[in-house]
Nanobody, 110 residues
Framework: VHMVESGGGLVQPGGSLRLSCETSGVIFSTTPMSWARQVPGKGVTWVSAIYKDGTTDYAENVLGRFTISRDVAKSTVYLQMNSLKPDDTAIYYC?????WGQGTQVTVSS
């Protein structure tokens, strides 16, 4: 299993980013996928998940701002992030709850 995140960067408060997680060896029809984030020096916190039936779930502090989706043909999971806040600054990781990617840095700052 292999995962590579991309799409991070520097954005102003209120801005948007779309993260991508390209995978190999993951079967989306049987494997839920998650996004999590980590602020340096702090623990990893769960952000969102998309389950094998396509249903989604979100942490309360991103609900209504973030949207998780997947493209089965491209073996890719996405995280659309809108109305970004400085508190969203973190390294974002995708995972199948066993394997993790290397992460992509998101910085929200003016």
């Amino acid at each position: 299993v292999h995962m590579v995140e991309s799409g991070g960067g520097l954005v102003q408060p209120g801005g948007s980013l779309r993260l991508s997680c390209e995978t190999s060896g993951v079967i989306f029809s049987t494997t839920p996928m998650s996004w999590a984030r980590q602020v340096p020096g702090k623990g990893v916190t769960w952000v969102s998940a998309i389950y094998k039936d396509g249903t989604t779930d979100y942490a309360e502090n991103v609900l209504g701002r973030f949207t998780i989706s997947r493209d089965v043909a491209k073996s890719t999971v996405y995280l659309q992030m809108n109305s970004l806040k400085p508190d969203d600054t973190a390294i974002y990781y995708c995972s199948d709850n066993t394997y993790w990617g290397q992460g992509t840095q998101v910085t929200v700052s003016s």
